[in-house]
């Protein structure tokens, strides 16, 4: 328990509404959880503009706002970050809750609604998160389809026969395998994998997915694991039955 208070007091949090008493009471209720990173804001355009300065690990988005609706801001919101969005809304359709998860909501939920559930959403939210990447790091040999990666020898094998990687392709790969079916923007790749700003290295990341690809893939142009989803970035998709 000490742990998981430790680890969402350093969690950013979001908070995209323009009602002033229920974000007052949200970040009260938030804080009094253990989150101690809550950040604000009244509008779309401020929204976005405050996500994109403090790259939060989780937002929450009102569907109904001033001047943009939380749908197109969480359409600009994905073009840079890939943090979980719980949706805010008065309306209980499930046209609008599909809608909203299908352009990449993580939650929905519906106004009147308790500020303690909501907490309870984001800490579990994170409990799962930090379970599986504690489940990914564990392991030392990952697998798809006809490929095994073995971190301990730095070996990627296809059908049990060694593939030649450069050092970053192979650290590419093994940080997509480290986190199956979780989608990664260039820009986070990049910057994770090289270690720099991304700013202006706009293909490095594509031109080293390619070459995964064609070193790993049965069919390159049409691939079944190392995945492009367009305008968000990358993943690797398992077939075994996991992500």
Known sequence: MLHEMNDIAGKKIVIIDDEPDLVNLLDAVLRKEGFRLVFKAATGLAGIELCRSEKPDLIVLDVMLPDLDGFTVCQQLRQFTLAPIFFLSAKNEDVDKLLGLSLGGDDYITKPF????????????????????????????????????????????????????????????????????????????????????????????????????????????EPEYLLTVRGLGYKLQRKDGHP
């Not at 093994?174 to 820009?187: N, T, V, Y």
């Open 114 to 221: 308790s500020p303690k559930e909501v907490a309870y959403r984001m800490k579990a939210y994170f409990r799962r998160n930090r379970y599986a990447a504690m489940q990914e790091e564990s392991r030392s040999t990952y697998e798809f389809g006809s490929v095994t990666i073995d971190e301990k020898q730095g070996e990627v094998r296809k059908h049990g026969v060694p593939v030649t990687l450069t050092a970053k392709e192979y650290q590419l790969l093994l940080f997509l395998a480290r986190h199956p079916g979780q989608l990664f923007s260039k820009a986070h790749l990049y910057e994770t994998v090289w270690g720099d700003s991304y700013t202006g290295y706009d293909n490095t990341v594509m031109v080293h997915m390619r070459h995964l690809r064609e070193k790993l893939e049965d069919k390159p142009s």
